[in-house]
Structures are given as C-alpha cells and as structure tokens.
C-alpha cells in the first residue's frame, strides 16, 4: 500500500484512514486515464489497449494493496485455464463457483477482522463476480441457440478470450476497486469503437456526462466525511447511545443509515465517472435522440433519495451487483420451483459474498422479510375491493403515502446496523435496545398475511345467493 505523506496529511485533515482516502484517489485516477485512452487509443489496435487497461488497473492495485494483487493475478490466470481446459461446459462454471469462491473465502478467514477493513479483498470480492461471469458467459456462449435465453444470447461468448482480453476485461481500471461489473462483451464492444454516439467512428461525446458523474460522487464523498463525525458507526456500541431514549435511539439510527449509504453512492458514482469517459457505459438513445451513458449505473440517484418502497430501495441501490446475482444466480435456480426458495439461496449468496460476520446474514434476512411483507401488503390490496378503494380515496391516499414513508424512513437504517457492526455481539444489543421494532412487527404481518386475505376476500356472488335461498 503506498505510504505517502501527503496521503498521511490528507487522510489527517479528512479525519479518515489512509487506506479510505488512497482508495478514493485510486478511483478518481480512473479519470485522466480514461481521457488518455479516449484522446490516444481510440481507434487503435485492440491488444495496445488490453495491455493498457491491465498495466493501469494493476498500478491502481498495486498503489493501494502493495504485493497483495498477486492475488488478483492468479485468480485472472486461473479462470482463464478453466476456461481454455475444460471449455464451455457446466463443470467450469461449477468449478469458476468453487474455487472463486473459496478464495476469497479463504482471504476473509485470513485476513479480516473485527472491523471493516480495505484491504485486497475489498477489490477482490468484485473481481470474484466478474469472473465467475466470464466463465459463465463462456458457457452460455456454447449452448445450442435454441436453449438460450434472451440474455444468454446477449452476453454469451462464442469463442474463447485470449488471456490479454481476459487480463484487461479484470483490471479495467473503472471497475477494478468498487465495481461496477461489467460482462466480457461489453469490454469487447468497447474495444472495437461499438460503444459511441458517433456513428462516424470519431471519439464519443461522453467528457461531460463523465464529469457530472464525477461531481455528484465527490459531493456525496464529502457529504459522508462531514456527517459521519457525528453520525459515525462505533457510536452505537458507546455507553451515551444505550443511555439515550428508544426514540433518540431510532432517530439516530435512521439518519446513520443514510450516511452510511452515501458512503458506497460517492464510490459508486466516482466509478461510474470513469467508466462513461473510457464509452464503456453508451447505452444507445432515448426516446428524444439523447445519448444515455448509463449501463453501469450503479446507483438511480432521484429513485433512491425518493424511495417509497423497500423494493425502491433494492431496485435504486447496487442496480449491477443486484442485475449480476439476478442472472448468474437467481434465474439458474429456476429448478427449485419456487421463487421463494430461489430468493433466499441468491441473497444467501450475497451474503456469504460479503463475508462471514453474522451481521450480513442478518441483514439480508432483514431484507427478504421487508420485501416480503411488502408483497403481502399488495396482495392484500388485490384480494379487497374495499381496501384497494380506501387506499385511492383521494383524501386517505396522501395521508397513508405519508404513513408509507414514515415507516420506510424509520426501518432504513435498521437492517444496516448488523452490516455495520458485524459481531452479533454489537448488532444484536442495539437491535434489543430498539426493542426488536424492525422483526416483529412484520413477522407477525406476514404470519397472519393468509387469515387476512381469507378475511378481507370477498364472498363468492353464488354462494351468496345460495345463503340467501336457504
């Protein structure tokens, strides 16, 4: 890890660490980078730049982790014997699964501790999805055709890549430290000058796109640094939280929540700015013939700061690792038969993805109940006529809205405690000292969800009039 200074001075003067603050210097590099490659390499032959990206990306590693990208090598090197022995099969995707996984399985036991840390694994566990998706798109490119699905036979590859291709797809350096992920097809189209709004092969317009992106993850960054002096994560394991009221307790824990999530979003968005400006992010044309940069949008801005839902929140926040897990995991779970199943397994994945503190499997939980609750909560508005029209009423609509917010607002920040805190030890003090507010209430909902439906349902209009003759 580099040990500079001024790094030291900065992360001083921040009230950060130096790891946090070479990790954000590592992805705003991302950004005189890409407009080097936009100026210099557009147009220019694929393998200069494949040997571009890889150079860059192991020099962002290397800046920040030390000797610890060896690591990041052998995996790369690794997958892409997998894929040149075994071929596109099943048992390579069976095998990307296993030893990606349990090496950076083997990375968490190692090295983490009680805390969260950035370290090597904090990258790796990115590129351990990316390439478990090359060697799974490797093999949904050897299917038959007609056994593929609609985005199998968008990301598929039909060919072997070339451990170049392979090198630069894994260290591009606008996904290489926090994501986003982006398939081998995309990176190609890349390379080869598809990804433009210039249908006249000149360089694309994506310098200002890439720059907002880059402001609005730089605010978000120094948003978090300002409010997380007060609104910090260790401050719920102190004497002066437990010693304050349930309501101070609650209310401190929901604008934590957000505070805390503007940590990934400036990230997220910093990440993002890089990757529009290198044009792997064009996403063809709006419905008004504007250019739309925004296939690796990890964040939906406007939706998650206007969520309503829970589901608002998943489907605003993390959109590509949420799309990865959706078509490497969930979708290939359709054997089980049952969605609920398929549901649990994919965040159960996710889960152990992240590591192994109990706090990711309580939140995930937490989330799989929320969301669940949440679909009961619909379905009972279809099942009751009579419900569905209080619920539209133009007077009780705005004021129920408010309701919906309310609770949204006040259980954001509750499922992020055990992500944060890790230790059940921690997380689970906190959750008693709130009583337990955010699982009960809706596990009695979704318990008693069937007798309600079966109470709010309507009576058959034949078996009343059957009633009515008796």
């Given at each position: 890890?580099?040990?500079?200074?001024?790094?030291?001075?900065?992360?001083?003067?921040?009230?950060?660490?130096?790891?946090?603050?070479?990790?954000?210097?590592?992805?705003?590099?991302?950004?005189?980078?890409?407009?080097?490659?936009?100026?210099?390499?557009?147009?220019?032959?694929?393998?200069?730049?494949?040997?571009?990206?890889?150079?860059?990306?192991?020099?962002?590693?290397?800046?920040?982790?030390?000797?610890?990208?060896?690591?990041?090598?052998?995996?790369?090197?690794?997958?892409?014997?997998?894929?040149?022995?075994?071929?596109?099969?099943?048992?390579?995707?069976?095998?990307?699964?296993?030893?990606?996984?349990?090496?950076?399985?083997?990375?968490?036991?190692?090295?983490?501790?009680?805390?969260?840390?950035?370290?090597?694994?904090?990258?790796?566990?990115?590129?351990?999805?990316?390439?478990?998706?090359?060697?799974?798109?490797?093999?949904?490119?050897?299917?038959?055709?007609?056994?593929?699905?609609?985005?199998?036979?968008?990301?598929?590859?039909?060919?072997?890549?070339?451990?170049?291709?392979?090198?630069?797809?894994?260290?591009?350096?606008?996904?290489?430290?926090?994501?986003?992920?982006?398939?081998?097809?995309?990176?190609?189209?890349?390379?080869?000058?598809?990804?433009?709004?210039?249908?006249?092969?000149?360089?694309?317009?994506?310098?200002?796109?890439?720059?907002?992106?880059?402001?609005?993850?730089?605010?978000?960054?120094?948003?978090?640094?300002?409010?997380?002096?007060?609104?910090?994560?260790?401050?719920?394991?102190?004497?002066?939280?437990?010693?304050?009221?349930?309501?101070?307790?609650?209310?401190?824990?929901?604008?934590?929540?957000?505070?805390?999530?503007?940590?990934?979003?400036?990230?997220?968005?910093?990440?993002?700015?890089?990757?529009?400006?290198?044009?792997?992010?064009?996403?063809?044309?709006?419905?008004?013939?504007?250019?739309?940069?925004?296939?690796?949008?990890?964040?939906?801005?406007?939706?998650?700061?206007?969520?309503?839902?829970?589901?608002?929140?998943?489907?605003?926040?993390?959109?590509?690792?949420?799309?990865?897990?959706?078509?490497?995991?969930?979708?290939?779970?359709?054997?089980?038969?049952?969605?609920?199943?398929?549901?649990?397994?994919?965040?159960?994945?996710?889960?152990?993805?992240?590591?192994?503190?109990?706090?990711?499997?309580?939140?995930?939980?937490?989330?799989?109940?929320?969301?669940?609750?949440?679909?009961?909560?619909?379905?009972?508005?279809?099942?009751?006529?009579?419900?569905?029209?209080?619920?539209?009423?133009?007077?009780?609509?705005?004021?129920?809205?408010?309701?919906?917010?309310?609770?949204?607002?006040?259980?954001?920040?509750?499922?992020?405690?055990?992500?944060?805190?890790?230790?059940?030890?921690?997380?689970?003090?906190?959750?008693?000292?709130?009583?337990?507010?955010?699982?009960?209430?809706?596990?009695?909902?979704?318990?008693?969800?069937?007798?309600?439906?079966?109470?709010?349902?309507?009576r058959d209009s034949k078996t009343s009039k059957e009633t009515?003759?008796?």
């Amino acid at each position: 890890m580099a040990d500079l200074g001024l790094v030291k001075t900065l992360a001083g003067a921040f009230g950060t660490n130096e790891a946090s603050l070479t990790l954000i210097l590592g992805l705003l590099a991302g950004y005189p980078l890409a407009y080097f490659q936009r100026q210099f390499l557009f147009g220019k032959s694929a393998t200069l730049h494949h040997v571009y990206f890889t150079l860059t990306g192991l020099g962002i590693l290397y800046a920040n982790f030390g000797t610890d990208i060896l690591h990041h090598v052998i995996c790369v090197f690794t997958n892409y014997l997998l894929m040149r022995t075994v071929g596109p099969k099943l048992l390579s995707v069976q095998l990307a699964f296993l030893f990606n996984m349990g090496y950076l399985l083997a990375g968490y036991h190692f090295c983490a501790s009680n805390t969260y840390d950035v370290m090597w694994t904090t990258p790796h566990c990115v590129m351990t999805l990316r390439l478990i998706g090359l060697v799974t798109d490797h093999f949904d490119g050897g299917k038959d055709p007609a056994e593929q699905s609609a985005d199998q036979k968008k990301l598929g590859l039909t060919r072997t890549p070339s451990l170049l291709e392979v090198a630069g797809h894994s260290f591009h350096f606008g996904g290489v430290l926090v994501g986003p992920q982006f398939p081998m097809r995309m990176y190609l189209d890349m390379i080869e000058g598809k990804l433009t709004d210039n249908s006249e092969g000149k360089r694309p317009a994506c310098v200002v796109p890439a720059l907002k992106r880059m402001a609005l993850g730089l605010a978000y960054t120094v948003v978090f640094a300002i409010l997380n002096g007060y609104y910090y994560d260790d401050y719920m394991t102190e004497p002066a939280f437990f010693e304050s009221s349930w309501l101070q307790k609650y209310l401190f824990v929901l604008i934590w929540g957000k505070v805390m999530l503007y940590k990934y979003v400036g990230c997220w968005l910093l990440a993002e700015g890089s990757c529009i400006l290198s044009s792997l992010t064009y996403n063809g044309r709006d419905e008004r013939g504007n250019p739309l940069w925004d296939s690796c949008k990890n964040i939906k801005l406007s939706k998650f700061e206007m969520v309503m839902s829970f589901q608002d929140v998943i489907d605003s926040f993390n959109i590509n690792t949420n799309k990865w897990a959706a078509h490497y995991v969930y979708k290939r779970l359709k054997f089980l038969n049952n969605r609920m199943l398929s549901q649990l397994f994919t965040l159960v994945f996710l889960a152990l993805w992240h590591g192994f503190h109990s706090g990711y499997y309580a939140c995930f939980f937490l989330e799989l109940v929320y969301v669940n609750a949440e679909k009961q909560a619909h379905a009972l508005l279809k099942v009751s006529p009579l419900v569905s029209s209080v619920v539209r009423h133009p007077v009780a609509r705005p004021v129920l809205l408010v309701a919906l917010k309310l609770v949204l607002l006040a259980h954001l920040g509750y499922p992020l405690v055990p992500f944060a805190l890790l230790k059940s030890g921690k997380w689970w003090q906190v959750h008693k000292s709130l009583y337990f507010t955010g699982h009960w209430p809706f596990l009695i909902f979704i318990a008693a969800a069937p007798f309600l439906k079966k109470l709010l349902k309507p009576r058959d209009s034949k078996t009343s009039k059957e009633t009515k003759s008796d």
